[in-house]
């Protein structure tokens, strides 16, 4: 999943300030997701440039001005397209599960990635 695609969902509900982002992702998808405060803030420039989001920027007296980001037309049809793809399973598939070798129905570690030569050598007999 990208960083996009997550903005995309975390807007979705309401529009906030990238410290609001931040603390949503602290909240609800730290033990799954990691942005630094540098990646967020660039990806969310990146979304405004692209049409995905709108900025309203909100003057505060002894504070910078707050910029609060909300999902455009155009955000909301992008992530219901996101939405509306399968998932590629082959990312967990070949990462997360364990493979079972039909020679010997014991676990096996899945390959880090297969080169041409480590491609022939491991192949069962």
Partial sequence: MSLRAVLLITLQREPGTGYDILQRFKAGLAHVWQASHQQLYRELDR???DGLLACETLP???RP??????????GRQA???WLAEPLSTSLCASHCL???SPG??????PAAKSSPTSASSSRIA
């Fill in 47 to 49: 979304m405004r440039g």
């Fill in 60 to 62: 505060q007296t002894e």
């Fill in 79 to 81: 992530l219901d397209i």
């Fill in 98 to 100: 364990p493979s079972f």
């Fill in 65 to 74: 001005d707050r910029k609060v980001y909300q999902l455009t037309e155009a």
């Fill in 104 to 109: 010997n129905a014991g676990l096996r570690r």
